[in-house]
């Protein structure tokens, strides 16, 4: 049971493609697309949007991820209109960014405040203001494990290689980053732009520190089975 | 003419079927003025919206005038499509709640239930005082209401006094620069143009106005 995603466009297309694009990367999760009048015209739709919530929620939460700022209106209305519940709620975050990086983190078990948290620091990687972890703030008394392996398969670190990273580190108890970026993370991995013969610096501090970089090294390594 | 003390369900069914009347006759006009400014669907998506209000006041009328007014927020909410869907829903549900179960609708709850409105437009759309917005036929007119309750008006003076404010709010966005929605792209390019949605809320409480007089006197007259 994972938090269940609402993708809420103006554009019925725009909102089924970005569906599409992240459901490719968290096959257990529930999305509904939400985009389009009721008519199939531009713009948003209250009964969409509700009628997406009610599809989607398991009992572990949703998360709505909005295009314009009239979506993030009728978005806001439906949970008005649902009597504001704990358990949905409204990402501040860009439509595809967001989406993607919430669904790889409600694949990965997260609950809603982190899949939350994962669509609104999702372009928090990308651009010159661009804030890569910062490795000092580990707590300095625990061990670091790390390792150095090279991107091997042909496109580097794309988007399905880096859901794959982050979901499986975000299923364990560790703090690791990749070449200074979050590791959980797929929009930072992704905003990389590794390219094949990158070498991947991986920092890993934690419980299952050791686990962490072992896989990282054996997914790389095997060139996430795309070779 | 005798003042009614109160207004009832019917008067907000009639209400609701002329404000779909006008925004019907504006449709036009009010796509015109958001061309010059946002997106040009402002009338389309509003008549729509109305449209589909008539159909469902037709189809089964509310019993109550919290119904009316939240069927009339549901169906905005789904058919207009723009900011103005959520914009004007979150206004009539929050009027609903305001009346509640109450089927009189006195001077002082005319102007809570404005109030509300108003304060739903704030929080749905964020805009303050003079970004260009709804918000400035709004403000205006709930004051002029709570004035008007104050020196002891009747609900049809209230209403009046609403509308002439918001006629007048609206006509006051003309020089100023968009902050909120669409227009604020264009800037200082935004001023020197009526707020579309400003104008189509002066119509909606125009209607509310109009119709109260002319209820008013209809029941005078029986």
Not at chain 1, 25 to 54: P, Q, Y
Not at chain 1, 88 to 95: F, T, W, Y
Not at chain 2, 148 to 163: D, K, M, N, R, Y
């Amino acid at each position: 049971m994972t938090v269940g995603l609402v993708v809420v466009s103006h554009s019925a297309k725009l909102a089924e493609g970005v569906v599409e694009v992240a459901g490719q990367m968290a096959k257990d999760v529930r999305f509904a697309a939400a985009g389009g009048t009721d008519d199939g015209g531009i713009g948003t739709s209250l009964d969409k949007v509700m009628t997406g919530i009610e599809a989607v929620q398991t009992g572990a939460g949703v998360l709505v991820v909005c295009d314009l700022g009239s979506a993030v209106m009728t978005a806001e209305s439906a949970l008005e209109f649902l009597g504001n519940p704990d358990d949905v709620r409204v990402a501040d975050a860009p439509l595809v960014e967001g989406t993607v990086a919430a669904a790889v983190a409600a694949q990965s078990g997260r609950g809603l405040a982190q899949v939350c948290t994962a669509a609104e620091q999702s372009l928090a990687g990308h651009g010159s203001a661009s804030a890569p972890a910062d490795s000092s703030s580990a707590p300095a008394n625990t061990e670091s494990v790390t390792a150095d392996v090279e991107l091997i398969n042909p496109l580097g670190l794309h988007a399905r290689p880096a859901a794959t990273l982050a979901g499986g580190l975000g299923k364990l108890d560790v703090d690791v980053t990749i070449n200074g970026m979050d590791g959980q993370s797929v929009m930072m991995l992704m905003a990389l732009g590794a390219g094949k013969g990158t070498v991947l610096h991986v920092v890993a501090t934690g419980a299952d520190a050791e686990k962490a970089v072992g896989f990282v090294t054996q997914e790389v390594s095997a060139g996430f089975g795309e070779l | 003419m005798a003042e009614l003390n109160t207004l009832n369900n019917e008067w907000v069914l009639t209400w609701l079927r002329r404000s779909a009347e006008v925004v019907a006759r504006h449709k036009s006009e009010l796509s015109e003025l958001d061309r010059l400014i946002g997106d040009g669907d402002h009338g389309e998506n509003l008549d729509r919206g109305f449209s589909a209000v008539l159909a469902k006041l037709d189809a089964e009328p509310p019993a109550t005038p919290g119904d009316a007014l939240k069927l009339v927020a549901m169906t905005l909410m789904s058919k207009v499509g723009g900011a103005a869907g959520p914009l004007y829903g979150t206004a009539y549900l929050r009027a609903a709640t305001a009346v509640g179960g109450t089927l009189e609708l006195d001077a002082p709850l005319l102007a809570v239930m404005l109030t509300a409105a108003r304060d739903g437009l704030v929080a749905r759309g964020k805009a303050e005082p003079r970004d260009k917005t709804m918000v400035d036929a709004w403000t205006p007119a709930v004051d002029a209401a709570a004035a008007s309750v104050a020196a002891g008006a009747h609900p049809t003076e209230v209403l009046a006094a609403a509308a002439a404010a918001a006629e007048q709010g609206a006509e006051d966005t003309i020089p100023l620069v968009a902050h909120k929605g669409r227009a604020s792209y264009l800037g200082e390019r935004s001023a020197g143009h009526k707020d579309p949605g400003a104008a189509s809320s002066a119509l909606l409480l125009r209607a509310a106005a109009d119709t109260a007089a002319g209820y008013g006197a209809e029941e005078a007259q029986q």
